[in-house]
């Protein structure tokens, strides 16, 4: 287990200690004063690991879940986090920009790599991600599925009915434009994509959800950025929410947010209420 890919940016893990352990008949009152003595102490590493890129679980079983790292590889638990066992270790690329668990069969894991930031994050002291993989025997093996000059996966999302349909929001290139960027659908598990979403060579995909209720429903961020040695440009241009009816097939611009120049878009529908859909972005200020 390699502590440092899970770390985080800060210093290690860290676990808390007390005098008492309370027994499952002490009450409540008895409990809190027992939690009220616990200290924490540091138990290592010293080194950083970089940043968490990516958390998915299954729902149902919190045990379970997923860790991609901005610092290389995935790392799978099955007891909650008292152990890691280390998967796609040994790619081409290191970083992690995307991880997705399919809702229809929790052995299929989808990942985007990402950037050497690993959150798909155009900064200017990166790497870059070669396109998708996935995985059908829960993150064992892994298979590469194509897409190399994206660069950067922001999010991937897939149908709940079936594992084999995804969508992937790329960025693309940050120093410069290209075109395999915005968003990308297969429905073969990866063997053929379809950009579905495209704009121009100098807007990406900032971010995609889908309403797993009703899946024709989905909905992108797209944004016009440049990285450039001296500034970053942001914003404004073609950034703008896009609206699917029919499961990614076709896109519609959404007019009916504010009258400005929109920076970068994060997107995230409400499931428990899927009408609900919440955007971030930044304005200019005057």
């Known amino acids: ?17 007390g ?34 890129s990516a ?8 045990k379970t879940f ?8 995935v790392w799978k638990t099955t007891n909650g986090g008292t152990t ?15 991880l997705a668990v399919a809702p229809s069969d929790h052995n299929v894991i989808w990942l985007g790599s990402g950037d050497g930031s690993g959150e798909g994050d155009p900064r200017n002291s990166v790497s870059y991600g070669l396109g998708v993989w996935r995985s059908t025997d829960g993150g064992k093996s892994w298979a590469h599925l194509g897409l190399r000059d994206t660069e950067r996966i922001k999010r991937i999302v897939v149908d709940p009915r079936d594992p084999d349909v995804a969508l992937v929001c790329a960025m693309g290139h940050e120093w410069g434009p290209n075109e395999e ?23 990406g995909c900032s971010d995609i959800d889908i309403d797993l209720s009703n899946p024709r429903n989905v909905y992108a ?56 859909v919440y955007l971030i972005t930044e304005y200019p200020t005057a």
């Open 181 to 203: 960027r915005g968003v990308f659908k297969t429905t073969d598990g990866g063997v053929s994509w379809t950009q579905v979403l495209y704009i121009d060579q100098d807007t």
């Open 221 to 276: 961020g797209m944004w016009t950025f440049r990285r450039r040695p001296w500034r970053f440009d942001d914003g404004g241009k073609q950034t703008a929410l896009y609206l699917s009816r029919d499961a990614g097939e076709t896109w519609q611009k959404v007019t009916s947010t504010p009258d400005e120049p929109m920076a970068r878009i994060g997107i995230s529908v409400a499931q428990s209420r899927p009408n609900v």
């Open 1 to 17: 287990m390699k502590w440092s890919s899970l770390a985080g940016a800060c210093l290690g893990i860290v676990t808390a200690l």
């Open 19 to 52: 005098n008492a352990v309370p027994g499952a008949s002490q009450d409540a009152q008895d409990i809190s004063a027992a939690l009220g003595e616990i200290e924490w102490r540091h138990i290592g590493p010293v080194n950083m690991g970089g940043r968490v």
């Open 66 to 73: 997923w860790v991609g790292g901005a610092d290389g590889g």
């Open 84 to 98: 890691f066992e280390g998967q796609w270790q040994d790619e081409e690329a290191y970083s992690v920009g995307a």
């Open 55 to 62: 958390i998915v679980g299954i729902p149902g079983d919190p």
